[in-house]
Nanobody, 119 residues
């Protein structure tokens, strides 16, 4: 079992920044990757970014490239999402998830944190 606790969401004006954190605990030794997803009202959940845990290689959705940066602190079992130049269309509930080694899907999910960007 892996437990994920997200923090850092909130209300920000367009052009502003937020930093999301996701702390993992439990069976974290077999983490292969961690990802950030988001789901806006009436829309499907979409991946925002993911990072390979061991080597730190990152992937970004086209919609956030150049504005968002994912990073991880292996010692703290924490993944971050620095979000800059936020737009109203970034408004969503943001979830972090962990993919364990040997699995193709994400195995555990956080409870989500609301990000609201006002225009």
């Amino acid at each position: 079992q892996v437990q994920l606790v997200e923090s850092g969401g909130g209300l920000v004006q367009a052009g502003g920044s937020l930093r999301l954190s996701c702390a993992a605990s439990g069976r974290t030794f077999s983490t292969a990757a961690m990802g950030w997803f988001r789901q806006a009202p009436g829309k499907e959940r979409e991946i925002v970014s993911r990072i390979l845990w061991s080597v730190g290689i990152a992937y970004y959705a086209d919609s956030v490239k150049g504005r968002f940066t994912i990073s991880r602190d292996k010692a703290k079992n924490t993944v971050y999402l620095q979000m800059n130049s936020l737009k109203p269309e970034d408004t969503a509930v943001y979830y972090c998830a962990v993919q364990l080694a040997g699995n193709s899907d994400y195995d555990y999910w956080g409870q989500g944190t609301q990000v609201t960007v006002s225009s």
